[in-house]
């Protein structure tokens, strides 16, 4: 919208409020978040079958090792997945995407907001059942905490990568279980390079930091394992801000 117009520019604020608001009330249907509990439900069921096992010899790792690789190799980017690709690439296939325009507003507040109404539904999603899957593998404090934190800075990184990718590319669930599946599940377990390309080695290292149970990539210490991911959802935003200004929505 041109300098001239005689409509009232929105302040940054503002646009991002309403853009969280827009994106929210578009993000929170009753199938999505059916199937994303059903598969919260699973981890703590799992959680909850280790907890009571006699077989188990060594409870803390068997309770870090369901936590790790079934939470945060699934649950965590799935739910990030699901949502951020939606925040603004739903909105810009339906049209909805235009509302916003007309308005004149910056665009680094739509992505701030969109970003934020992601992450608003995936934490509850992830945090609580792995919060709950964490308690009933009787795994300590040291793991709940973990699980807590690790699932945090999870859903922030993995948001803000996938609204980008929203943003870059068609299709970008396929695009994005790609990344989960075969970058992170596989390419990341071949050397120091491609696994500090995976927000899911960071989450690792929080988890190994904290409970002392060694994990594959799990090899950093707690302080970049945090820093880390949270500079890459930042840049992915400012990205995806500039992605958002030079694209043609109409």
Not at 110 to 135: D, E, F, H, K, N
Not at 175 to 180: K, P, Q, T
């Amino acid at each position: 919208m041109s300098a001239g117009t005689s409509m009232r520019v929105v302040e940054p604020l503002r646009a991002l409020r309403l853009t969280y608001r827009v994106v929210l009330a578009q993000l929170v249907t009753r199938g999505r978040l059916a199937a994303l509990v059903l598969v919260g439900a699973v981890v703590a069921a799992v959680a909850a079958a280790v907890g009571v096992s006699d077989e188990i010899d060594d409870p803390l790792e068997a309770a870090v090792r369901v936590i790790a690789d079934l939470g945060f190799t699934a649950l965590v980017p799935i739910v990030a997945l699901v949502f951020a690709t939606a925040a603004l690439g739903d909105l810009r296939d339906d049209g909805t995407l235009v509302y916003l325009w007309l308005r004149p507003m910056d665009r680094w507040p739509v992505v701030a907001g969109a970003w934020a109404a992601a992450v608003t539904v995936g934490l509850p999603l992830t945090v609580i059942p792995l919060g709950v899957a964490s308690v009933l593998v009787d795994g300590g404090g040291a793991l709940v905490g973990a699980t807590v934190l690790a699932g945090v800075v999870a859903v922030i990184a993995y948001s803000a990568l996938f609204l980008l990718a929203g943003l870059l590319v068609r299709n970008a669930i396929v695009w994005g279980l790609a990344y989960v599946l075969v970058w992170e599940g596989i390419v990341a377990g071949y050397g120091n390079i491609p696994a500090r390309m995976s927000v899911r080695g960071y989450t690792r290292s929080i988890i190994t930091s904290r409970t002392g149970v060694d994990l594959d990539l799990g090899d950093l210490s707690l302080a970049p394992s945090v820093i880390v991911p949270l500079v890459a959802a930042a840049v992915a935003l400012l990205l995806a801000a500039r992605r958002l200004r030079s694209m043609d929505i109409a």
